[in-house]
C-alpha cells in the first residue's frame, strides 16, 4: 500500500485512530483506489463491497462507518483548521463532504 503512511497520517492528525471501525475502511478504500482509480465512480457497487469482503462485514456498515468517521474528522478539525482547509478545500469548514467527495479529495492529496 504505497499511500498508508500517508492516510494515516492524516487520519492520526484529526486524533482517528485504529479504535474507529472507518480508520481501516479508509485506508483500505484509499488502497483500492490506487488499484483501480474508477473504483470511486462506483463506490456502493465497488469499494464498499471490497472493503466489506475484505472486513467480513456488509457494505451498509462500510459506509456507516466511514461517514461516522469522517463526522468526527470533522468535530476534530477544527483544531488544525489549516490541515482541514489544504486537504478538503477552502469549503470544507462550512459542511463535511460526501463519502465520495472524501475519497476524491483524501486521494488527491495523499497521492
Not at 472493503?51 to 467480513?56: C, G, R, V
Not at 457494505?59 to 488544525?80: A, H, L, P, Q, Y
Request: aromatic letters at 12%.
Amino acid at each position: 500500500m504505497k499511500y498508508e503512511a500517508a492516510v494515516k497520517h492524516v487520519l492520526n492528525e484529526f486524533e482517528i485512530g485504529r479504535n474507529y471501525a472507518g480508520y481501516d475502511y479508509i485506508i483500505d478504500g484509499i488502497h483500492f483506489m490506487e488499484m483501480d482509480e474508477s473504483s470511486i465512480r462506483h463506490i456502493t457497487k465497488t469499494l464498499y463491497i471490497d472493503i466489506a469482503k475484505k472486513h467480513n462485514t456488509t457494505s451498509i456498515c462500510v459506509e456507516r462507518n466511514i461517514r461516522t468517521t469522517i463526522e468526527i474528522m470533522w468535530r476534530n478539525g477544527t483544531k488544525d483548521a489549516e490541515l482541514m482547509i489544504r486537504i478538503f478545500g477552502s469549503g470544507c469548514m462550512d459542511q463535511r463532504p460526501s463519502n465520495t467527495r472524501f475519497f476524491e479529495l483524501l486521494y488527491e492529496y495523499v497521492v
